[in-house]
C-alpha cells in the first residue's frame, strides 16, 4: 500500500507556534516548585564540606529538637537500596561511611518550613576523618595514589579489559595500520588540548515532590528529562515494587543533559521524606546548591596526532583521551564511548588510534551535558587539523572539504554510512552564507589599530540516539487517543524541557491523523500512563517518539480509512489523506472531512485509541576490535565563526556565527533554527567566558555573577542553516538537532583567534588572559599602526 500521507504535508515541516511558548514567555507556565500540596513538608540536603573523608559520625539531636522539624534521615534510613541505579552502580543517594567530594549528601532534614529545614539543617553536626584526596586524573591514575574508586570491571560491553584503582573505565577505537599511516605522512602535528568544567545554567534548579497518595503509591512530580530513570531510583530506595510509584515530569526549565541522572537523587531524596512523614515532601536545591553539587560537563585532557600527506589527505590519528569523571561513575562510561566514538569526527582516516579513559577523582560527578563527551574530542580535533592546513598551506575550510565523509565512505569506527550524510553540504553551505571565502582574504591584511579579525571553521558528526552502548534501554512509546469531536490526545514518554519536543510530536500527530495542529494535545510524561521510553537525551526524541507516535497513528489512520472508504464506496488503498481531508486519490471533487469521519468511526464503536512502539535501528560495537557500527546515523554540521581580537586586551568579540546543519529534514524549521541559536550561543559560553573556578575540590563561584554564561546582549548575529539529507529511519526523514548546536563552536572561535592574531589556544575559554598569555609564550608580537601613523610593537 502506498502511503497515504500525501506531499505537501500540512503541519510537518511548517514553521507554527511553540505550544509553550506563551506560558514561558507571560509567566503563567508551571514548575516544580510551583506545585502545592496540602500538607507539605521541605526537605533541606546536609552536603559534605570535605573532598575526601571517612563518615565517623553524625549528630542531628540538635536538629531534632529545632521546632518544625519532622525528620532528619541519614543513609540507615533507606527502606531500599541506598543506590541510584546507573551502568556502574557506585553512587549512594547519601553517604554512608565516607564522603568523596565537596558536595556528597549525607543527611537530610524534612521540616514544616523551607526556613525551619534550613537552620535545623545548620544545626547537624557531622565528624570528618579526612583521608587523601586527588584532583587530577594524571595524578589519580598514578600508582599510590588515594583511592576514589576502587577497581571495577565495568560491565560487559563497557570496556571493561583494563581496569585498576580510580579508572571507572576504558575504551578504545581502532582501525588501520597508526604506524604506517604516520610513515605515510608528509607533515605530523602532536599536540595536547584541555577543555573545561561547564556548568548546565539551566533556568529552572533541580526540584522534586513526592507525595504518598492514600492508596500506597508513592507520586513523584518534578523537573527532569528521565522519568523512567526516575521511577526505578524511588522504587528501588523505598524498596517498593515499580507499580507502587509513578512519576510526573512537570514543565521542566532546562535539562541540558543535568537533568538526567541527577533528578533520580532529589527524587530519592524526597521521597525517603514522604516515607518517613507520610506527608508530601519537596525538595528544591538553591542555586549555589546546584552549582555546587550537580553534575557538569567533564573537564578533559585531549593528548591528540595527525599526520597528512602534502595534499592534505589525512593518514592517522592517534589519541589519548582522559575525562575527569569526578567521585562517582554515574554516566562516565557512556559518556566516554560517545567521546571515542566520535574522536575521528566526520572525516576519512586510513588509520585510527583512540584510548579513552573515564577517571575518579574526588570531585564533584561529571555527567551528561549537550554534547556528551563530544565538545572535548572536538576542540582537540578541529583545532589541530587547522595546525595540519596551516603546515601544508591549506585553506583550513579546504583541509575539510578534502577528507570529508560522504556516502560510501567509513567513519573512523569502520562504520560505513549508508544514508543521509550532508556534511560537504554544510561545508559549502557555511561557506557560502558566512562569505568565508571572500572574508578571508580579505582579514589576510585587515587591521585597525589593536583589532585584528578573521573567521574559523568548527565542524562535527553526532550519533543519533543511545547507539550501540545504550541499545538494551533503546525503545520509546506512545499513546494516542482521537475522541469523537475530533480531537485528539497524545502521551510520550519523552520530556519537554524547552527544546520544543510537545510542538514537533503534535505536528506529526496531526499530520499522520489529518488533524488540524490545535485539535492535538501532547501531555508530558507520566510513567503509569505510557510505556518506558527511555531516557530523553541523545537527541533521540524525535526520531524515536515521532516513530512511536506514527506507529500509533498508523493503526487508528487504518480505523478511519476503513470507515472513510465503506463511506466512499472504495477499498482503503485507493484513498488519501489531503491537508485535514479523507478523498479517493487525486480526487479533490469527493474530500471528506477527517471530523466527520471520526465522528462515524467513533459511532460505529472503531477502536479510535493505539499504542505505537519504537525501537532504533540495529547498532553494535566490539570493545576487542575497537569498531563498530556505533550509532544508526549521524547529524553532520559546519560552524564558521567570524571575530574581532584585540591584540592588545586579548579581548574577543564574535561579530557573526554561521552554523550549517545536516538534520534529515526539520519537522518545524523555527524550533530547529531555535535551537540551532540556542545551541550556539551556549557553545559560545564555552569558548569565550564560562569557567568554573576550583581549589581542592571548592567550587569558588557557584553563582551567576561570578559563572559568566552569554545573555541574548551577548549574541552576535547567528545564522542558522538547514540542510537536509533525509534519513530513511527518521520520521519524515528526520534525525535529530538537539545538542549538535553547542558542539564545534570553541575550535570554529579558537581557529579564528589563530587566525586573527597568530596564537594558538589549547584550553578553552578564550578569555583576554589566555589570548595574552597565548600570544606572550608563542612569541606572536603583532605590529600596531596607531592612528598618529607611529608604529610600535605590543607586549
Ligand atoms: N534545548 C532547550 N531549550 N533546553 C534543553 O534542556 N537540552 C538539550 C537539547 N536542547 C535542551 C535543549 C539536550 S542535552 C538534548 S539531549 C536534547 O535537547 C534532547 O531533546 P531531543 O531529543 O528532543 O532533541
Ligand atoms: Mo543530552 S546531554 O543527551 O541530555
Redesign the pocket.
Known amino acids: 500500500m502506498r502511503d497515504p500521507i500525501q506531499l505537501p504535508t500540512h503541519t510537518v515541516g511548517k514553521r507554527l507556534e511553540r505550544l509553550d511558548a506563551r506560558a514561558k514567555v507571560l509567566g503563567t507556565a508551571r514548575y516544580a516548585d510551583d506545585m502545592v500540596f496540602p500538607g507539605l513538608l521541605h526537605l533541606k540536603v546536609v552536603f559534605s564540606t570535605q573532598a575526601h573523608a571517612r563518615l565517623k559520625a553524625i549528630r542531628a539531636d540538635a536538629a531534632r529538637a529545632h521546632p518544625g522539624v519532622r525528620a532528619v534521615l541519614t543513609a540507615s534510613d533507606c527502606p531500599g537500596e541506598n543506590l541510584i541505579p546507573l551502568v556502574i552502580p557506585d553512587l549512594t543517594l547519601m553517604a554512608s561511611d565516607r564522603v568523596r567530594f565537596v558536595g556528597d549528601p549525607v543527611c537530610a532534614v524534612v521540616a514544616d518550613t523551607p526556613e525551619a529545614a534550613h537552620d535545623a539543617a545548620r544545626l547537624v553536626e557531622v565528624d570528618y576523618e579526612p583521608l587523601p584526596a586527588v584532583f587530577d586524573v594524571l595524578e589519580a591514575l598514578a600508582p599510590g595514589a588515594p583511592v576514589v574508586a576502587p577497581p571495577v570491571a565495568a560491565p560487559p560491553g563497557h570496556g571493561g579489559a583494563r581496569t585498576g584503582p580510580n579508572l571507572f573505565n576504558s575504551l578504545d577505537v581502532k582501525l588501520g595500520d597508526v604506524a604506517r599511516g604516520f610513515e605515510e605522512a608528509d607533515v605530523v602535528v602532536e599536540q595536547e588540548y584541555r577543555t573545561p568544567y561547564q556548568a548546565h545554567a539551566?533556568l529552572e534548579t533541580q526540584g522534586m515532590t513526592c507525595v504518598p497518595e492514600p492508596d500506597g503509591v508513592f507520586a513523584v512530580y518534578g523537573s527532569m528529562?528521565c522519568p523512567f530513570y526516575v521511577h526505578e531510583a524511588v522504587a528501588r530506595v523505598l524498596g517498593l515494587p515499580r507499580h507502587r510509584v509513578k512519576v510526573v515530569q512537570v514543565g521542566?526549565g532546562?535539562?541540558?543533559?543535568g537533568?538526567e541522572d541527577v533528578p533520580s537523587i532529589i527524587a530519592g531524596l524526597a521521597a525517603l521524606g514522604a516515607w518517613h512523614t507520610g506527608r508530601p515532601v519537596k525538595l528544591v536545591l538553591s542555586r549555589k546548591e546546584d552549582f555546587e553539587t550537580m553534575s557538569k560537563r567533564h573537564p578533559a585532557l585531549v593528548r591528540i596526532k595527525v599526520g597528512a600527506k602534502e595534499d592534505g589527505t589525512l593518514t592517522a590519528l592517534e589519541e589519548t583521551v582522559y575525562l575527569d569523571g569526578g567521585a562517582y561513575a554515574t554516566l562516565s562510561p557512556v559518556v566516554l564511548y560517545r567521546a571515542v566514538t566520535h574522536a575521528p569526527g566526520p572525516y576519512r582516516w586510513p588509520s585510527v588510534r583512540i584510548t579513552g579513559y573515564a577517571v575518579a577523582t574526588n570531585k564533584v560527578p561529571c555527567g551528561?551535558?549537550?554534547?556528551?563527551g563530544t565538545l572535548q574530542v572536538i576542540f582537540a580535533l578541529e583545532s589541530i587539523l587547522d595546525e595540519v592546513a596551516e603546515r601544508l598551506g591549506l585553506d583550513p575550510l579546504d583541509l575539510r572539504l578534502k577528507n570529508a565523509v560522504r556516502v560510501g565512505d567509513r567513519l573512523g569506527t569502520n562504520q560505513e554510512l549508508t544514508e543521509s550524510v550532508g556534511f560537504l553540504e554544510t561545508l559549502e553551505r557555511a561557506a557560502q552564507v558566512s562569505g568565508y571565502r571572500e572574508k578571508r582574504e580579505r582579514y589576510r591584511t585587515w587591521q585597525e589599530g589593536t583589532k585584528r579579525r578573521n573567521l574559523g571553521v568548527g565542524c562535527l558528526l553526532y550519533g543519533v540516539g543511545l547507539g550501540a552502548k545504550g541499545k538494551f534501554i533503546d525503545r520509546t512509546g506512545a499513546h494516542v487517543q482521537v475522541y469523537p469531536d475530533g480531537s485528539c490526545a497524545v502521551s510520550i514518554g519523552?520530556a519537554e524541557?524547552?527544546?520544543?519536543?510537545r510542538t514537533?510530536i503534535t505536528q506529526i500527530a496531526a499530520e499522520e491523523l489529518a488533524l488540524e495542529f490545535d485539535k492535538v494535545q501532547t501531555f508530558d510524561g507520566d510513567t503509569s500512563r505510557v510505556p518506558d521510553s527511555g531516557p530523553?537525551?541523545?537527541?533521540?526524541?524525535?526520531v524515536?517518539?515521532g516513530n512511536a507516535v506514527r506507529d500509533a497513528c498508523g493503526r487508528i489512520r487504518a480505523e478511519l480509512l476503513a470507515e472513510a472508504g465503506a463511506l466512499l464506496g472504495l477499498p482503503p488503498e485507493q484513498l488519501e489523506l489531503h491537508g485535514t481531508t479523507v478523498r479517493p486519490r487525486g480526487d479533490a471533487s469527493r474530500a471528506v472531512p477527517m471530523r466527520e469521519v471520526i465522528a462515524r468511526a467513533a459511532h460505529a464503536r472503531r477502536p479510535l485509541t493505539a499504542s505505537g512502539f519504537r525501537l532504533p535501528a540495529d547498532t553494535w560495537w566490539s570493545d576487542d576490535a575497537g569498531q563498530g557500527k556505533a550509532y544508526e546515523v549521524y547529524t553532520f554540521a559546519t560552524n564558521i565563526c567570524e571575530l574581532e581580537v584585540d591584540v592588545e586586551t586579548g579581548e574577543t568579540r564574535v561579530l557573526a556565527l554561521t552554523a550549517a546543519h545536516d538534520i534529515g529534514r526539520a519537522i518545524n524549521p523555527t524550533l530547529a533554527e531555535?535551537?540551532i541559536e540556542?545551541?550556539a550561543l551556549q557553545g559560545l559560553g564555552f569558548a569565550l567566558t564560562e569557567e568554573v573556578h576550583m581549589d581542592q575540590g571548592v567550587i569558588k563561584n557557584p553563582r551567576f555573577a561570578t559563572y559568566i554564561i552569554p545573555t541574548a546582549m551577548d549574541a552576535p548575529e547567528l545564522r542558522a542553516v538547514i540542510v537536509e539529507h533525509p534519513y530513511s529511519g527518521g520520521p519524515y526523514g528526520a534525525k535529530?538537532?538537539?545538542?549538535p548546536p553547542i558542539m564545534g563552536i570553541a575550535p570554529a572561535v579558537t581557529n579564528g583567534i589563530k587566525a586573527a592574531t597568530g596564537a594558538r589556544l589549547f584550553e578553552c575559554p578564550a578569555t583576554p588572559e589566555r589570548v595574552v598569555s597565548a600570544m606572550r609564550s608563542q612569541d606572536v608580537r603583532p605590529e600596531v599602526v596607531r592612528p598618529a601613523g607611529k608604529v610600535e610593537v605590543t607586549m
Open positions: 539551566y528529562q521542566t532546562g535539562g541540558f543533559g537533568k551528561a551535558f549537550r554534547g556528551f519523552n524541557m524547552g527544546q520544543g519536543l514537533v530523553t537525551v541523545a537527541s533521540r526524541a524525535t524515536m517518539a531555535g535551537q540556542g545551541g535529530g538537532i538537539g545538542e
